[in-house]
C-alpha cells in the first residue's frame, strides 16, 4: 500500500474514471513494489484521500482495515452485539479491529499498553479498555460475563484455521 499524488492518468482512465485526475491525492494498493518513488497502478486499485490525513496513515490504512474487515466479517463471521477481545488495541491493527468491530455493533474489549493508547480505544468505540500484566486475564472474564461471548468464543477460539475442530491450519 502506498499514499501520494496522481502524476499521470492514461486516456481510458479519463474516460472510465474522470473522478481520477493528476493531482489528486490518494492511496493504492498496488500489490508489490509500494516503497518506490513512483507506482503504475490499475485505476480500481485508487482511492481518493482527504488532504489531511498524513500519508504515513494513509498509506497503512488498507493494510489495517482490510485484515480487521476480513478477520471480523468473513473469517469469524462476527454478528452485532457479540463481544470482542482486542489485544494490543494501540496499534494500527488493533484501533483498526476496535473501528470495524464497532462499526458492525460488536462490543469492543480492549487491552492496551498505555493510558493514551487505552483512551483512543475508548474514543475509537471500546466499551472497556485495560492495560497492564494481569489485564488480558481479566479483560477476557469480563468478556465471558456479557451475552454473546461465550457463544462466540467456543466458536472459534479452539478452532484451526481451516475452521475444524481438530485445529487444523488448511
Known sequence: ?????????????????????????????????????????????????????????????????????FALAIRARAERGQSLLVLGAGSGIGLAAVDVGSTMGLGIFAVASSPGKRKVALDRGAEIALGGTPAPRSCAARCATKPGFG?????????????????GDG
Open 1 to 69: 500500500e502506498c499514499a501520494g499524488r496522481i502524476l499521470e492518468v492514461a486516456d481510458d482512465v479519463r474516460r472510465d474514471a474522470p473522478n481520477l485526475t493528476v493531482g489528486l491525492r490518494v492511496i493504492a494498493a498496488p500489490g508489490l513494489g509500494g516503497y518506490v518513488e513512483q507506482v503504475l497502478v490499475p485505476a480500481h486499485a485508487v482511492t481518493p484521500v482527504p488532504d489531511e490525513i498524513p500519508d504515513e496513515i494513509a498509506a497503512t490504512f488498507l493494510q489495517s482495515y482490510m485484515t480487521a474487515t
Open 151 to 167: 457463544d462466540f468464543g467456543r466458536r472459534h477460539t479452539a478452532r484451526g484455521r481451516d475452521g475444524s475442530p481438530d485445529g
